[in-house]
């Protein structure tokens, strides 16, 4: 995950993954060196193979799995 964030002045902080990389101007706050993104489904999937999958929780942990997966270009197709 890239976190990008712009001071005052047309400098760069990025932080990497538990890394924080200073490409110039001020840090910012201090991160937690553990990051967790929680995301509430509802409900626990009863699978997570797409051929067995039944359900909204569960096409909603597969939607989100695959998505990044295929890319439509500029026509829709």
């Known amino acids: 995950m890239f976190v990008f964030g712009c001071g005052k002045k047309q400098e760069i902080d990025c932080i990497v993954g538990n890394q924080n990389v200073i490409v110039g101007g001020e840090t910012g706050q201090e991160l937690s060196p553990t990051q967790v993104f929680r995301k509430n489904n509802g409900t626990e999937p009863g699978t ?8 909204v929780p ?9 998505e990044g997966l295929v890319m439509e270009d500029p026509s829709g197709a």
């Open 48 to 55: 997570l193979d797409p051929h067995r999958a039944e359900g």
């Open 58 to 66: 569960a096409s909603n942990v597969l939607r989100d799995l695959f």
